[in-house]
């Protein structure tokens, strides 16, 4: 019974590999950081066409793309684990809405931000422009979360789901911490109580380091 994980270091399959270990169970990663040219998305192609990661193949063979699907669907596959609300629970809506949100809003951005020539060709002031809109957009968007969330001591509450996880994660990317940490002062707490949970200290070693300079 072993999942393959189609992945990349510091990228969005970090949170599903967390969450794999955190469940208990095995995996094996194949690196493909799909952003570094096309013989790293031709890895990809096989299973997802976007040639996109992560990708999930179950030990049964499904492939499972979309972070916050295989996130979702991990989480409530494996209900022991207590790393999302049950549908009768109450902080069930609020968990979907949030799932979604993240990718909808924050992690669809890097999409343009990371090559802005996919929209604005070879003009270097509208590439520059691109960047730094998306990254304003980036910065309003967790500031609208913060809002709107009323933490315990996770997220959604005294029980972390995974949740804390894609955010804890996603707020490591541009414009990195230290911006997240003043748009977002609510989640700040949070997200460093994801940063220094004792399960996956290793794991953060590995495979998103707290590098010097980290925070921005």
């Not at 030990?59 to 207590?82: C, F, K, M, N, Y």
């Not at 951005?109 to 957009?137: C, K």
């Not at 980036?138 to 959604?156: H, N, S, Y």
């Amino acid at each position: 019974m072993v999942f393959t994980l189609y992945g990349a270091a510091g990228s969005g399959s970090v949170p599903v590999e967390a969450t794999l270990r955190l469940i208990g169970q095995d995996y094996r990663v194949i690196e493909a950081p799909t952003w570094e040219g096309e013989a790293e998305r031709r890895k990809v192609a096989s299973v997802n066409p976007m040639r996109q990661i992560p990708a999930l193949v179950t030990p049964g063979g499904e492939v499972i793309t979309e972070s916050a699907a295989i996130l979702i669907w991990l989480a409530d596959s494996h209900p022991q684990a207590r790393l999302s609300p049950a549908l009768d629970d109450p902080r069930r809506a609020q968990f979907l809405r949030w799932m979604s949100f993240i990718p909808a809003a924050v992690y669809s951005m890097f999409w343009v931000r990371d090559e802005p020539s996919r929209l604005a060709g070879d003009d270097p002031q509208a590439q520059a422009e691109i960047q730094r809109r998306t990254i304003e957009r980036i910065a309003d968007c967790w500031r609208m979360m913060d809002a709107q969330i009323t933490p315990g001591r996770f997220l959604l509450g005294e029980e972390m789901t995974v949740l804390d996880l894609y955010v804890a994660v996603a707020s490591r990317w541009t414009p990195r911490r230290r911006r997240f940490y003043a748009e977002a002062p609510g989640m700040a707490e949070i997200v460093r109580r994801v940063d220094a949970l004792p399960e996956l200290q290793s794991f953060w070693a590995e495979r998103f380091p707290l590098d010097e300079g980290w925070e921005g």
